[in-house]
């Protein structure tokens, strides 16, 4: 019998998975991960009569194929996500948590199955999903104090930050390295305070790609959006995320949209719907073929240049009228 678990190389899925094995250890389970745009990641999953497959944070709507595949082969699969996933297949060997809601993401998901066992990493996941609501809420109810809760925000951050990038090759470490980075450590504080780990690098990576947001200008602006169209450089490509997340905080009743270059010639954008009215950004990019997402923050992965004024045109008419 194999394990394998499949993840989101970004801050949800990783400390989904974090909390499900310190709470039930695999130290032989394979790992399928990649960049956080990654998501069909069941394609590169073989299994045998009996294997166990763990899938987190990557929509079943995008994998269903595969998983179909993977049910016919007898394999065992635990299914744990917050995107969109369309009908549900009705299997005995899936056991599915997914909840689409807002407010929801896989590590929170994965906190309430294992009843908060591992609280410390869901707060941590919902901070690097963006979800500072529900990550401070969690992060009340188990008293921590604001220095605890500021660190485990930036964490979060850091890790989420660490995902974004048009190949492994954008990223400092890839997500599986630095899954097994940071499983020896029973906390987050843990790894932040080993001066051994690798917290330090990620932060003067982030750091240093950071100096280049201010620089930053509008394309397209209007009460309602906003489009930024990043320069072709790795910085950009890894800040993607990280900086919409930013602009959605700073302008909560606004959406926003992140241009970045991809290696197929075409652009990569990530899209946020106002944080104040979390709806719309899956159904905007699920109306271009690689596009999905979830409610709040959705993306495409290969927009054709050409295409570009056809999707500054859809997403401000997707919430001028939201």
Known sequence: MTAIDVFNGDADGICALLQLRQDQ??????????????????????????????VLDISLDKNRNDLQRLLDNGAQVFYSDHHFYGDLPEHPNLTTRINTDADICTSLLINQYLDN????????????????????????QHRLNSSQTEQLKQLGILINYNGYGADINDLHFHPADLFKQILPHNNPFDFINDS????????????????????????????????????????????SGIFSNELVNRYPDRAH?????????????????????????????????????????AGINHLPVEQLDNFIKQFSRQFTNN
Not at 46 to 53: L, T
Not at 117 to 140: E, I, P
Request: with cysteine; glycine share 8%; hydrophobic share 35%.
């Open 117 to 140: 066992r591992h609280y410390l990493w869901a707060v941590t996941g919902a901070f690097g999903d963006n979800l500072n609501h529900s990550a401070l809420t969690l992060a009340t």
């Open 196 to 239: 051994q780990s690798v917290f330090q690098q990620l932060k003067d990576g982030y750091d240093e790609d950071n100096k280049h947001v201010n620089d930053l200008s509008c394309e397209y602006q209007s009460d309602k959006v906003a489009v930024f169209i990043l320069p072709d450089a790795p910085w950009a490509r890894r800040m």
């Open 257 to 297: 949209a992140v241009v970045t270059h991809n290696k197929q010639g075409g652009y990569l954008i990530s899209v946020r719907a106002p944080l104040n009215n979390k709806t719309g950004a899956d159904d905007l990019c699920r109306q271009f073929e690689t596009g999905g997402g979830r409610k709040a923050a």
């Open 25 to 54: 250890p695999g130290q032989n389970n394979q790992l399928i991960t990649g960049i956080k745009r990654d998501i069909q990641l069941l394609k590169q999953v073989s299994v045998q009569d009996g294997d166990r497959v763990t």
